[in-house]
């Protein structure tokens, strides 16, 4: 069985920043890509940042430039650096990963952090 774990979350007041950890636990598996979602309340989930197993990224429109997802293979794991926090980012954020194991590849999800901005 494979676990995300995620850490970081919390309340900060817009303009601040906040670090964001995923880490993926469990045997026999490896990670092809990672990234970060979010879903505020009423809203659908959304994907905020996504990194490939050959490091490159794709980031939402509404983050670029202020969130950057990086990853530590030898700790299976993601991190989501996110500076100039804004209001509207206040959402639940999910780690996300796509795990080869047994033959088969198939997706995770962490149990999810809560982010808050106060204005």
């Known amino acids: 069985q494979v676990q995300l774990v995620e850490s970081g979350g919390g309340l900060v007041q817009a303009g601040g920043s906040l670090r964001l950890s995923c880490t993926a636990s469990?045997?026999?598996?490896?990670?092809?890509?990672m990234g970060w979602y979010r879903q505020a309340p009423g809203k659908q989930r959304e994907l905020v940042a996504v990194?490939?197993?050959?490091?490159?990224?794709n980031y939402a429109d509404s983050v670029k430039g202020r969130f950057t997802i990086s990853r530590d293979n030898p700790k299976n794991t993601v991190y989501l650096q996110m500076n100039s926090l804004k209001a509207e980012d206040t959402a639940v954020y999910y780690c996300?990963?796509?795990?080869?194991?047994?033959?088969?590849?198939?997706?995770?999800w962490g149990q999810g952090t809560q982010v808050t901005i106060s204005s």
């Open positions: 996300n990963a796509q795990i080869r194991r047994g033959g088969g590849e198939f997706r995770y």
């Open positions: 990194i490939t197993s050959g490091d490159s990224t």
């Open positions: 469990g045997s026999g598996f490896s990670i092809n890509s």
